[in-house]
């Protein structure tokens, strides 16, 4: 299986950067999604990662290392419409199109 | 483009009711996906159609059945409702054959529903 874990909640000032951190164990992958999560709302997809390195997207950046099981997601210039769950996902190799996803961290920001 | 749809939006049913929970995709996706969400617990994937008539078991089955009668419509039913039911439903849909370069999931609004 696939264990895939992330802080369940963290705090932040407006302005500031936020460092969401996503663990995981798993035999293999295609790659890894991060998506945002609005209370109330669907989750919309923020970054995908497939190689090693940092994606960056605006005031977002997703990283990723396959040889350390390791991702995280960069929010930076933090504003009070970031306040979210933010959720890691695998695409498993064994049944393409399928996610596994962590639980979530909800990011709170405050002024 | 209205994306993924769901209906309906909220929805409480007594212990042993059944209802069918409809989604629907305009953006003819080949792969759509039923999932349960539950505090604390993310996202769990409870069937999922990797095309018009084909159905597999996700994570999270029992008590569930699908049918995938038309590309654009995936349907989730409830034959006879549990309080352990009581969740936030969120289908999903993914993959076209023209745009084979990534596997992201579009995901609809959410149904609520709760089991008395």
């Known amino acids: 299986g696939q264990n895939i874990d992330q802080p369940t909640e963290m705090t932040a000032t407006e302005g500031a950067i936020v460092q969401i951190n996503c663990t995981y164990q798993t035999s293999g992958f295609n790659g890894l999604f991060w998506y945002q999560q609005h209370a109330g709302e669907a989750p919309t997809f923020l970054s995908y990662?497939?190689?090693?390195g940092l994606e960056e997207k605006g005031r977002f950046s997703s990283f990723l290392s396959r040889s350390k099981g390791y991702s995280y997601l960069l929010l930076k210039e933090l504003q009070m419409k970031d306040s979210a769950s933010y959720l890691c996902a695998l695409s498993l190799t064994d049944s393409w199109g399928k996610l596994q996803f962590g639980a979530g961290t909800q990011v709170v920001v405050t002024p | 483009n209205a994306g993924v749809t769901q209906t309906p939006k909220f929805r409480v049913l007594k212990t042993g009711q059944s209802m069918t929970l409809l989604c629907a995709q305009d953006?003819?996706?080949?792969?759509m996906y039923w999932y349960r969400q539950d505090p604390g617990m993310g996202l769990r994937l409870i069937h999922y159609s990797v095309g018009e008539g084909t159905t597999a078991k996700g994570e999270v089955p029992d008590g569930y059945n699908v049918s995938r009668l038309k590309k654009q419509n995936f349907l989730l039913g409830l034959e006879s409702a549990a309080p352990s039911q009581t969740s936030v439903y969120f289908c999903?849909?993914?993959?076209?054959?023209?745009?084979?370069?990534?596997?992201?999931?579009?995901f609809g609004p959410g149904t609520r529903l709760t089991v008395l």
């Open positions: 953006m003819n996706h080949e792969y």
């Open positions: 990662n497939v190689l090693d």
């Open positions: 999903a849909s993914s993959y076209s054959r023209r745009d084979q370069s990534t596997d992201t999931q579009y």
